[in-house]
């Protein structure tokens, strides 16, 4: 089974600055899948960003980027120039693809995120 | 493109009664997976459905439990006789058909409370 941790419960930062948030995993598949979930006060899902594990290059989307390490099992998540709605719930998830496609997404326990004005 | 719908938003259940909890993936989408959030953890993976089809039910406890996705309306998630450690969100989320992994768009989720 896999597991996904993350080991910093909550971090703050001042706004415009930059943050990193950790991922680990562990699985002995070799192909997979990473996302970065944010939950805001709201408690939505709102998906952040998407790494397929045999793209080498690491995924961004604009603020947003990963540091992953494969053979560490490592998927970090930076956010750049933080603003003050990047305050939310970080969550990490694995999803090993079934031969048809899709499975289920198994999460971490989250990271809370606070960005101070 | 609506987004995955769920309702209610909030539901107060007292202990033994059914909870009924309905998901509305987004347009096209045919696949639907239900999770779990209990007070401050992560979400847990309770079953994933297609079109009148249970494709896995291994994070669904096995009593009092059920999920259903038929043909025409929403999934239903099925909570018979509940107890005070069912109270957590339950959120829905939707992926379209198999073109590959595809991922997956979360529902505002659901409240439940039982008193």
């Known amino acids: 089974a896999q597991t996904v941790t993350q080991s910093q419960p909550e971090m703050s930062v001042q706004e415009a600055e930059t943050v990193t948030l950790s991922c680990t995993y562990d699985t002995s598949e070799s192909n997979y899948y990473l996302f970065w979930y944010k939950q805001p006060p709201s408690r939505q899902m709102i998906l952040v960003i998407r790494?397929?594990?045999?793209?080498?290059q690491n995924a961004t989307e604009n603020r947003f980027s990963v540091n992953f390490q494969k053979a560490a099992k490592s998927f970090s998540l930076k956010i750049s120039d933080s603003q003050l709605g990047d305050t939310a719930m970080y969550f990490c998830a694995f999803m090993k693809p079934a031969g048809f496609g899709n499975e289920k997404l198994t999460f971490g326990t989250g990271t809370r995120l606070t960005i101070i004005p | 493109n609506a987004g995955v719908m769920q309702n209610p938003r909030h539901l107060v259940r007292r202990r033994g009664q059914e909870a009924r909890l309905r998901c509305s993936p987004m347009k096209g989408h045919s696949h639907v997976y239900w999770y779990r959030q209990l007070p401050e953890e992560g979400l847990k993976f309770m079953v994933y459905l297609q079109k009148e089809n249970i494709i896995d039910e291994s994070g669904m406890p096995k009593e009092r439990f059920s999920a259903e996705f038929p043909k025409e309306g929403p999934s239903i998630l099925r909570i018979q006789q509940v107890v005070r450690g069912d109270s957590a969100a339950y959120f829905c989320a939707s992926s379209p058909p198999l073109t590959g992994v595809d991922t997956q768009y979360f529902g505002p989720g659901t409240r439940l409370t039982v008193l």
């Open positions: 790494q397929e594990a045999y793209k080498q």
